[in-house]
């Protein structure tokens, strides 16, 4: 396990029963999530992607293989998982939402919302505490959700498509807002994305992914000095390179 | 806000229309009131029987309110458990089921012989009526619950009980909610038939006693009293759930873009 990693993963296999037989979603994925580094998995759709980072959360058991943590706490306890959908608690307001993770860990309510209330600011969320998730953006209710994740106190944080759903503007703000938080923070980030250019804009390490059952085609680590410019020749290049690959292994794999 | 109170204009503008065809069939074919009263005549009775009909209707209220809640809170009980344990639904669920094939008004005249005249009987077979809403409901809700938001709170450490009480009980009261208007209008239902097998007092009551003597405007009053039991019930409800639900609209003019 080389000694900048804060996880390795090797060999993980997994099937799942289906009426037609059991379908290999996984074959044997093998890499490794460097500390306080970004890793980004990407890869076709439907490529096991789900399955993997729930594996990653402690959610899923592999079938085989490892997953081998320096993190500090079991592994349960030190990863916060975002998945794609929308999973605030409508009931509760933003700030009530933001508080989920104090309030399970039994941490000091006082503290926990002056914490909260910094990353509202940070995130442009000042001022609506107050409101519903029914009665916010599709942006702002994602922003929320990575506050409760940032707020949850874990060292790994597994985003699944956290921007996918949202518009190319709210989408590359928000880019620019998690990079920036990210990188105060120091937390390890694995991101699934579908999208290259917001792979080589915030990934140290991008790990290509096969079409299912997923393997790893190819891992690409990410040199570009931070912050990185969307327009810049070296990140628009990479970005042709990187699709390139992402849909030449659709057959030749 | 402006489309609810238009629909109630409409609403009470077509009941005016046929009282009002009522009057004129009753007055134009000459039909005696012992068979069929002039909503003029049943309207004068409700108010000046109104001391008669209140007394009534008290103890009418106080059946329907114990069903109900009786009925309730043992339906979501029951559907917690239900939720809770694989087997026990294996084994309940379908016998659940099943019992409404049975129809509870059968059963109320045992309820008269179990437990006399009283108060019991009726909200007995209140409760029961109630019952099977709330519960089928309830389990639907329970079970609506987004597995994501779910696997995120496991994720976060949370324990079960925490699950249960933080997110799968809010989640299912929408449902609750619906079956609490369902159970609300067949409470009414039920005390009155309760009523009808066996009873000293109560609007059930009151329209079997007068229907015996022909006082068919008086029949009609009692229905009334009923009907304004029943919708008083179902608004109340309605009011609970749009302040408990409050989450589910956006307040007004603070829907944000962007």
Redesign the interface.
């Known amino acids: 396990m080389p000694i900048d990693s804060a996880l390795c993963l090797r060999d993980l296999t997994k099937s799942f029963p289906t009426p037609s037989g059991r379908v290999d979603v996984l074959a044997g994925v093998s890499f490794d999530v460097p500390h306080h580094g970004w890793t980004t998995l990407i890869g076709p759709s439907g490529c096991g992607k789900t399955t993997l980072v729930r594996i990653l959360a402690g959610l899923l058991p592999a079938d085989t293989g490892k997953v081998v943590s320096r993190l500090p706490g079991d592994r349960g306890r030190s990863v916060a998982y975002m998945p794609q959908s929308d999973t605030l608690l409508p009931w509760r307001t933003a700030l009530g939402n933001a508080l989920v993770p104090a309030e399970i860990d039994g941490r000091s309510r006082r503290e926990a919302l002056r914490e909260a209330h910094a990353l509202f600011v940070r995130f442009g969320l000042a001022g609506f505490e107050g409101l519903y998730p029914v009665e916010l953006s599709g942006g702002m209710r994602q922003r929320l959700a990575l506050i409760r994740t940032f707020l949850a106190h874990r060292g790994l944080l597994v985003l699944d498509e956290p921007l996918g759903a949202l518009d190319a503007l709210t989408r590359s703000r928000l880019q620019d807002w998690l990079e920036t938080v990210w990188r105060d923070t120091g937390k390890t980030v694995v991101l699934v994305t579908h999208d290259v250019e917001e792979a080589l804009l915030l990934s140290d390490r991008v790990v290509l992914l096969s079409a299912r059952p997923a393997r790893v085609r190819r891992v690409i680590e990410v040199t570009m000095s931070r912050p990185r410019a969307r327009s810049a020749p070296q990140l628009v290049s990479g970005k042709e390179d990187l699709l390139r690959l992402v849909y030449a292994g659709d057959g030749d794999d | 806000m402006t489309d609810r109170r238009t629909h109630w204009v409409w609403a009470g503008l077509t009941l005016l229309a046929l009282a009002g065809l009522w009057e004129a069939g009753v007055r134009l074919f000459h039909v005696p009131p012992y068979l069929l009263p002039p909503p003029s005549r049943v309207v004068f009775v409700f108010f000046s029987q109104l001391p008669l009909l209140a007394s009534h209707a008290g103890a009418t209220l106080a059946e329907i309110a114990l069903g109900l809640a009786l009925g309730t809170c043992g339906g979501v009980l029951l559907a917690a458990l239900i939720f809770a344990s694989p087997p026990l639904e294996r084994a309940i669920y379908p016998l659940i089921i099943a019992s409404q094939m049975v129809p509870v008004f059968a059963i109320a005249p045992l309820l008269v012989v179990w437990f006399g005249y009283g108060l019991w009987p009726k909200v007995t077979v209140a409760a029961l009526i109630v019952f099977f809403p709330i519960v089928v409901n309830t389990v639907d809700g329970l079970r609506s619950v987004?597995v994501?938001?779910v696997?995120?709170?496991?994720?976060?450490?949370?324990s079960r009980r925490?699950i249960f009480r933080?997110?799968r009980l809010?989640?299912s009261?929408p449902s609750l909610f619906s079956g609490l208007k369902v159970g609300a209008t067949l409470a009414v239902v039920g005390a009155t038939i309760g009523e009808w097998i066996g009873a000293r007092q109560g609007l059930g009551y009151l329209m079997i006693q007068s229907n015996a003597l022909l006082r068919i405007d008086r029949v009609f009053a009692a229905i009334a009293m009923l009907a304004v039991i029943g919708l008083s019930l179902f608004a109340g409800i309605a009011m609970l759930e749009r302040y408990v639900?409050?989450?589910?609209?956006?307040?007004q003019g603070?829907?944000?873009?962007?």
Do not use: H, Q, Y
């Open positions: 987004n994501e938001t696997d995120v709170m496991r994720s976060l450490g949370a925490w933080s997110v809010p989640s009261l639900l409050r989450w589910r609209t956006p307040r603070i829907k944000e873009e962007g």
